[in-house]
């Protein structure tokens, strides 16, 4: 897919600790055919903590920001889900409920933990230009 300056993105973070987060951020520049220079939204850099990071990330962990999708009665057990901690979106999956707070758990870390559904969206998978649920297809 093609971005431009401006436009609003979310980064795949394929660091050891950060599998499966997504971080919203802005494109700064096109580098090359395969490279960006972003800004991120929510994170600071280390040395100043009152300046946005600005990174270089490859192609293909950069993908559109996803749409937001209304739900009805809410998530059910087994929903794959992202839920917003730690500055960005993690991917899980819901293993229970207890009025508005789900428990999401994580694969990558073995950890379980309740969020408030405010903190939840539905995973979706960027794939062939269109995004993907486990549920169905989205344009």
């Known amino acids: 897919m093609e971005f431009h300056e401006g436009d609003k993105v979310e980064v795949c973070s ?5 599998l ?4 919203t951020a802005t494109v700064v520049e096109k580098l090359d055919l395969n490279s960006f220079a972003v800004q991120y939204t929510n994170l600071v850099e280390e040395e100043d903590m009152s300046k946005l990071l600005i990174e270089t990330v ?3 962990e950069v993908r ?3 749409p937001r999708i209304k739900f009805g009665s809410g998530f059910s057990a087994f929903d794959k889900v992202d839920a917003f901690d730690n500055d960005g979106w993690w991917a ?3 293993t229970g409920q ?3 707070m789900y428990f999401v758990y994580f694969e990558t870390t073995g950890d379980e933990i309740a969020y408030h559904v405010s ?9 062939n230009g269109k995004w993907v649920s486990s549920k169905n297809m989205v344009s």
Not at 20 to 23: E, L
Not at 119 to 127: E, G, P, Q, V
């Open 14 to 18: 394929k660091q050891e600790g950060f």
């Open 20 to 23: 499966g987060s997504y971080y």
């Open 58 to 60: 490859s192609a293909d």
């Open 64 to 66: 559109p920001v996803p």
């Open 92 to 94: 899980g999956k819901v």
């Open 98 to 100: 207890r009025g508005p």
């Open 119 to 127: 903190r939840l969206r539905i995973h979706l998978d960027w794939a």
